[in-house]
């Protein structure tokens, strides 16, 4: 794939940025453009198929306040409303700084009408997240592109999103390291004996929320980020078939398999200024 004479695929992480191919069904192929300029898609076999002028709805950014919700018996505020997203580190409440666990975001937006597919793009989450629209469960993200297709769950008008984020431990585990020793250690942090607190299944003694049996986080360690810190916004992309429902089941029934990710690429792309 190249755009403007350049490849820019399988070189680049560049292809998720501009369009994603897909194969519906597991045989027909298609596309999502999600940017401006004149494409051109090129087949193994040489064909091409081509989509000039194409033009993109402007994202819509979903700013402003959220609802953001912890556990109960976390130490953690039960509600509180963000007037924008950011880490919890730097949160003011020192039991969301040391939080580790799943939080809750909640927002409302809204849609005046729908003439594409809609992608929720979560911008940068610590660590994962989990997507619900209007209650129905979209999946979960684990890693970048933290975005979805949320379009069968979405509706003209007003909107409910939701989005269960969890953290790594490590945060928890520093806030723990400033609390007195609840457990027999040796001078490198490493557990000796069983605590008889922890057979019995109680609570720590010091207050301490967490249990290792070595101890590699320490209290003047710097906190990791967490939670969901965007930007967040709905993308419009243009869907496109590169090739007929019975092409591809020709192609697939001569292959005998799916066709591979890599048989169409982009020969071109001519974005607009």
């Known amino acids: 794939m190249t755009r403007n004479g350049v490849v820019i695929f399988p070189n680049t992480s560049a292809l998720p940025e501009s369009v994603e191919l897909t194969a519906a069904g597991g045989a027909q192929r298609s596309a999502l453009i999600q940017q401006d300029g004149d494409y051109v898609f090129e087949f193994a076999n040489g064909v091409k198929k081509e989509f000039k002028g194409v033009k993109i709805q402007n994202p819509q950014p979903l700013d402003g306040t959220w609802r953001l919700a912890f556990p109960k018996d976390s130490g953690a505020p039960a509600n509180l409303n963000l007037d924008s997203l950011q880490s919890w580190g730097v949160l003011a409440d020192e039991n969301i700084r040391h939080f580790s666990g799943t939080a809750d975001y909640q927002k409302k937006f809204s849609l005046s009408e729908i003439k594409s597919r809609v992608l929720l793009d979560l911008g940068r989450v610590e660590v994962m997240a989990r997507v619900r629209v209007n209650g129905q469960d979209c999946g979960i993200l684990w890693k970048p592109p933290y975005s979805v297709d949320i379009t069968d769950a979405v509706k003209a ?55 290792v049996s070595c101890s590699l986080w320490k209290k003047d360690e710097s906190l990791k980020e967490s939670g969901l810190l965007g930007p967040v916004r709905l993308r419009f992309p243009r869907a496109v078939k590169l090739e007929s429902e019975a092409s591809a089941s020709k192609s697939a029934s001569q292959s005998n398999a799916v066709p591979a990710r890599n048989s169409v690429g982009i020969a071109e792309v001519k974005q607009a200024d």
């Open 157 to 211: 008008g007003d909107n409910t999103l939701e989005i269960s984020v969890v953290n790594l431990w490590v945060n928890r585990l520093i806030s723990d390291d400033a609390l007195p020793e609840d457990s027999e250690r040796d001078k490198k942090g490493r557990l000796t004996s069983w605590p008889q607190w922890v057979l019995d299944g109680k609570a720590s003694p010091t207050g301490r929320r967490s249990f």
